[in-house]
């Protein structure tokens, strides 16, 4: 492999017999792929379980993993200034065995997924969770009831040929749209549409510092209230759902504060480079017949995957019942 591509790095430590004691290995893409999206890492333990059968390597600002008091005691002494939390996809997909046998789980669980997904700050979300415990009589369930620091942690390329339209007669959406890929611009574009829902209040202001109140009506008779500030000569905004923190899209809330601004750029920290048609994807040089069909390359990505299963398997061998495999973290 190291041969066919010098961007792909493995390392062996072996035992004194010289069998294979642990294996690291990272494919070019991934590593490319690591320097574009490497703000946070998710850990996955449960990769065998999934579609890619791939981890990871380098110390990020921050990394999900699944619930493992092992893992979490090994990345405090491992990666001290990384912040760590649980993934909540993982906490989420283990809500509905644990509560089947309640008669109305299924209401418990719409309830317990509005707590999780629409708490948008800490005060909030322990008040809703608190609340949610006891309408269900849930205060003294250990697994939900949990301590502080466990709740805490709870908490393609694109078609340069075709454009698409802008909803609004937004400048900062035009400029989204020349930079931004189609999959992450029709994102970004949900945002500038669900503007329409909110109304803009200013607060109070000094010295270009201003702080607003954006009310978002999401039904007939639910409005949401959302605290938003803008600082016009650092030309930054922050919003108290924090969308842009958790996805890097600037949301509805903070859109709506910039028009009432009347801004019509935004600064350029709002427009990743990750998710740029103009990025440059190091990983995606090399060479394959021009006229090789899509089956022939489905093929032939088979057979790679076969054969490096068939090393995996020599390598566990060689080290027999005694082996412990497993990447470093």
Known sequence: ??????????????????????????????????????????????????????????????????????????????????????????????????????????????????????????????????????????????????????????????????VIPCATKSSIEAQFQQVYTHQKFKKVQAQFKGKVNCITRSMNSALGYSVYEVVEQVSNSTFNKFAVTHDSVAAQVKCQCLLFESRGILCRHALSVLSFERVNKVSSRYILKRWSKNVKRRHTHQEQPRRASVGAKKQEVRRIGVSFAKYMRICIGIRGAHSHFAPRL
């Open 1 to 162: 492999m190291k041969e066919k591509n010098q961007n792909f790095f493995f390392k062996l430590e072996l035992e004194d017999d010289q069998s294979i004691k642990l294996a690291f290995w990272e494919d070019a893409r991934s590593r490319a792929t690591c320097e574009y999206f490497g703000d946070v890492i998710s850990f996955d333990t449960t990769y065998n379980t999934n579609t890619y059968n791939m981890v990871f390597g380098n110390a990020p600002k921050g990394i999900l993993t699944v619930q493992c008091a092992l893992m979490q005691r090994a990345i405090e002494a491992c990666m001290p200034t990384t912040i760590h939390r649980w993934c909540i996809w993982h906490i989420m997909k283990k809500i509905p065995s644990k509560l089947n046998d309640y008669k109305r789980h299924l209401k418990i669980e719409h309830d317990m997924s509005h707590v999780v997904w629409n708490s948008h700050t800490k005060e909030l979300f322990d008040r809703n969770w608190n609340d949610f415990l006891i309408k269900y009589g849930f205060v003294d369930n250990k697994e939900l009831s949990g301590n502080a620091g466990s709740k805490e942690r709870e908490s393609n390329v694109a078609d340069f040929h075709t």
